[in-house]
């Protein structure tokens, strides 16, 4: 069905195997198997409603909030079948974490944002641990130097840019393993859309990147490997490199040039 | 519309403009004067009530001077300390002692006219302040109805000439009556009191708020976040509308079959009372719950779960702060609606003759709107005052409960 190009044998934490999502009768997607790596920044490019946003969020089981939605096929994270019954989705979300389109801080302070999600896991030990795990989560999601001296303010006083380097911080704080982005960029301006992407490129390696974008300079400028959707299926996947100047597929072809999308 | 020139077309569009503008102005002014009516409604209810109701928290007293010294009592101070200590006083004869006292200072016709029951205030005082019991003091006692109408100019004519004499002796004038947010309904106007209406609507409210604000907000949050949309769910929420709607003396009837089938004994209590408010209240709650719920963008929840947290926690941590100015919101109007309800408290029995204010939740009382529905009944004239004083605290007790739940409101209220 997708044409693979002949990848490094990679090591797999997410192995995805014949997925298909539908929401009640409509088939949203269809018979996607993939394998993303640890070391690596995976993007999803294609056309709008082609599937790719909502493959990501079966990815973390967002998917299970949505009424009428049901996923077929198999998902293993680092060996485990995430669809399993024996999987907690709370557990799972801690090693799967989620940035979305919009910047939706909590309307708390900016100290909150961050420590919610070691708070409710129970990470830290004492308060000093929690400050902390907060520091090191704003420091490695660049957001320390802006915001140490008001820790206390909002977080939705930030700036759009801001907000969503707080959202990724928020999402680092709880060490997951993977970090699902879906169009992180897309309600940014220029300049802090660049700061998002310098970050991806720092976080790469200390966790397997998933990112959803519209963009496809972006995905050719953080992403090592690319996977093209179309209407629901996964048309190519390969190197970034591979799919941007040699791609295999037609439709992967028409649309890097800009024929549709 | 395309072969017109440009002139053409700004012609067409001057000539539509007057009336366009006009039209404007119009509806400005529609609104401008359904809300300067409303306001002068409400300002002309104010200010006839307010009118009114100063008289009714005074009341015609005679003045005169209690001489206690020498042993008039025959009592040991120590029986003051007893559960009782104005049925004590009662026993050693301070009824016959006040009313002689009277006799002596305001003259045989005027002491007749003493509120039969105005010793109990003496002895209230010097229950309080027994150091009294060897002294000389003065008191300024409730006349009876009949001298009060007569002060007004409104009596009996002999009423009337005995009440200019009294008056233009100084020993009877309208004074302001603090008694009358300390005592309890009674027959005569001079010796009402509205605080045992006050006290039973207090205890209800709270019986009420108890009841209907968490199991609405729990209700509410129920169906809004975790029950399946299915026929049954559907079911529930046009029964929860329903119910919103039901004239309030059918859930007076249900009060009376249910309640007070399970619990006969408690006929009046505030206990009841509440219950049946509650029923009332609640689906005002759960509306206005569900609605707030729904109003808290849903990119919140999908940050809480995406951290980890369970739907649980989501609700509690995330959904339900931001949702509660607007949970507030609809307390406050089911409250203050279940604060004036009159009907389906008669239903339970709450319109009983309670001359004494409720000691629990279980006891008889009476409550603020019910009391001045009967007392609006009555055909004694001073009542008409009284009736004005308890609407005045009605409003005040409805303006109270309503800053409480502002102030929480703007506590919680969030800005994203």
Known sequence: ?261 | MSNLSHQERAQRIAARLASRHASERRFRALGFLSVALSALVLAFLLVTMTANAVGGFKRAELRFQLDLAGGMLQIDPAQLKNDDPVRALEGAGLRDVVQFAAAKALGDKAAAELDSEAWREVARKIASNPALLNSSFDVSLAASDDLASGLRGDGAPQMVALAKDLAAQGKLATRFDPGFLSRSDATSPQAVGIWGALKGSMLTMLVTLALAFPIGVFAAIYLEEFAPRNRWTDLIEVSINNLAAVPSIIFGLLGLALFLGIFPYWRSAPLIGGMTLALMTMPVIVISGRNAIKAVPPSIRDAALAVGASRVQTVFHHVLPLALPGILTGTIIGMARALGETAPLLMIGMKAFVATPPEGFTSPSSVLPVQIFLWSDEINRGFVERTSAAIIVLLLFLLAMNAVAIYLRNRFENRW
């Open chain 1, 1 to 261: 069905m997708s044409t693979l190009h002949d990848l490094d044998a990679i090591e797999a934490r997410i192995a995805a195997r014949g997925v298909s999502v539908f929401y009640g009768e409509k088939r949203a997607i269809d018979d996607v198997s993939i394998d993303i790596g640890a070391d690596y920044v995976t993007a999803f490019i294609g056309p709008s409603g082609c599937g790719k946003s909502t493959f990501l969020r079966t990815l973390n089981r967002m998917n299970d909030t949505i009424p009428g939605a049901r996923v077929e096929g198999e998902i293993r994270l680092d060996g485990e079948d995430i669809y399993n019954s024996g999987m907690d989705v709370v557990q799972l979300r801690a090693r799967v974490g989620m940035v979305f389109q919009k910047p939706n801080p909590f309307p708390k302070s900016i100290y909150e944002n961050v420590a919610y999600g070691p708070r409710i896991h129970g990470l830290s030990a004492s308060k000093s641990e929690l400050d902390e795990i907060v520091e090191r989560s704003l420091k490695r999601a660049g957001l320390w130097d802006e915001v140490k001296d008001r820790l206390t303010d909002s977080g939705t006083a930030l700036s759009g840019g801001q907000q969503q380097r707080l959202c990724i911080a928020r999402a680092i704080a709880v060490e997951p393993e993977v970090i699902l982005m879906d169009e992180p960029c897309s309600a940014l301006d220029p300049i802090a859309t660049a700061k998002i992407e310098e970050l991806i490129a720092e976080l790469r390696g200390n966790y397997a990147i998933v990112i959803v974008t519209h963009s496809m300079q972006q995905a050719a400028r953080v992403s090592q490997r690319t996977a093209f959707f179309h209407l629901g299926k996964m048309v190519e996947y390969g190197r970034t490199a591979d799919i941007f100047t040699n791609p295999r597929e037609e439709r992967t072809k028409d649309y890097i040039t800009g024929r549709y999308g």
